[in-house]
């Protein structure tokens, strides 16, 4: 498996639809709800078919299953947990030889220079506790090493089916600034205080499928800081 650590412009440009765009939770109006918002610089409304799963930790800090409400082209949760995880399916692209990128397979696209899988993972830290700080058991994740304050470096782990990953940007943006992951799989990111957006971006070479031959994730972790 290879992990994408640097993203060609051109690329981004083309696939901003696809690939720049992420997943995350905010607060709504109403109190104990949160909105999945999807986007880069803007937020866009997206089709239910494409959110894969929200799960959140039971009493035995085990992930189960989170029900939501979809409107208006977004969905809508109210977890009692602590910490909330999104997986969201962006669909299959396919590079043309033209240089257009098309919401198409390889097979209803068989001329494409390649087709990707553009998946969205989000975590959402929404009261810090001792789960805040541990692994839950998924292919991908971002474990902030403390409680986040603003204005001091934290260390935030980067994990790849619990192992640490060297080598991953790390930062508010595949178009900012960033850090990368040591030999331990941490990289410094320093909140700000209230709301903070953590990002990172992985590739997977995807052997025998017919649909795409490579998948990338861009995973994005929030919480508050003081």
Do not use: C
Not at 9 to 30: D, G, K, Q, R, Y
Not at 50 to 76: C, H, M, P, W
Not at 206 to 216: C, F, G, I, L, T
């Amino acid at each position: 498996m290879q992990f994408k650590l640097t993203v060609g412009f051109t690329a981004l440009l083309a696939l901003s639809m696809a690939n720049a765009h992420n997943v995350w939770l905010e607060p709504t109006s109403s109190q104990g709800e949160y909105v999945m918002k999807f986007g880069h610089t803007e937020t866009e409304s997206y089709p239910q078919h494409k959110i894969q799963s929200f799960q959140v930790l039971n009493s035995q800090g085990k992930l189960t299953a989170l029900d939501y409400r979809f409107k208006d082209g977004e969905a809508y949760v109210m977890p009692k947990s602590s910490i909330v995880f999104m997986v969201f399916n962006n669909g299959v692209w396919s590079k043309l030889p033209s240089g257009k990128y098309v919401e198409k397979t390889k097979r209803e696209a068989p001329s494409a220079e390649f087709t990707t899988n553009p998946m969205k993972m989000g975590k959402a830290i929404l009261k810090w506790d001792e789960q805040s700080f541990n692994a839950h058991n998924v292919a991908y994740e971002l474990i902030p090493q403390a409680k986040a304050e603003a204005g001091k470096p934290l260390g935030i782990l980067v994990l790849h089916n619990g192992k640490p990953i060297q080598g991953i940007k790390v930062g508010i943006g595949e178009d900012a600034p960033f850090n990368l992951t040591n030999e331990k799989g941490i990289a410094e990111f320093t909140p700000v205080k209230g709301y903070n957006k953590v990002w990172a971006e992985f590739e997977e070479n995807v052997a025998e499928n017919p649909d795409y031959d490579r998948r990338s994730i861009e995973y994005m972790l929030t919480f508050d800081a003081q």
